[in-house]
């Protein structure tokens, strides 16, 4: 079931806050700013430890087989892997990285989406490194969600043939999300 976020306590001047006020809302957004777990914001990290092969010149979402922290069970390491789920309304803030292995033939470039669609001003793309190196990216955004919008980074390379990412690295590809506001 999808958490809210709390209110803050509200009273008139003069007024005073109960004990049962006190833990219901103050306590409350205490624990969310400052808690842990399923206790605090909604936070997000995967990666992948597996390289995925990315078709020429497809949109291809990234798959991430591990987490690092998944505070609300947002994304599943075996059904949908490149999605983080949303279940707390609010805007989030996005970060994504992709890694392509050496290649010298034409771009490479990534993108973050929400239900499948890309989201503006979030494209970036490069050359190649050259023969020998590979490639990585990075991308961000703030993204106002509801509950149940799905959050992919997705890679694209059109080197003339499918073309590898980088995994369990540094250059690894990588999702972030963390609730910055309602």
């Known amino acids: 079931m999808p958490r809210t976020v709390p209110v803050i306590a509200n009273e008139s001047p003069g007024g005073f806050i109960a004990a049962a006020l006190w833990m219901a809302q103050v306590a409350a957004i205490g624990n969310w700013v400052l808690g842990s777990g399923s206790n605090g914001v909604p936070r997000f990290r995967g990666y992948a430890t597996s390289a995925q092969s990315l078709s020429d010149n497809v949109w291809t979402s990234l798959n991430l087989d591990t987490e690092q922290y998944d505070s609300d069970n947002g994304h599943s390491t075996s059904t949908n892997t490149s999605r983080y789920t949303v279940q707390v309304a609010g805007t989030y803030r996005v970060a994504a990285s992709v890694g392509y292995v050496a290649n010298v033939t034409n771009n490479r470039a990534i993108r973050l989406a929400v239900n499948g669609n890309a ?11 050259n023969a020998t190196g590979s490639t990585g990216l990075v991308t961000t955004a703030d993204i106002p969600c509801v509950v149940g919008d799905y959050i992919e980074a997705m890679g694209n390379q059109n080197s003339g043939a499918a073309l590898n990412t980088v995994a369990a690295s540094d250059v690894a590809c990588s999702l972030s999300v963390a609730w910055i506001s309602g």
């Open 119 to 129: 989201v503006v001003g979030s494209f970036v793309k490069t050359t190649p490194a």
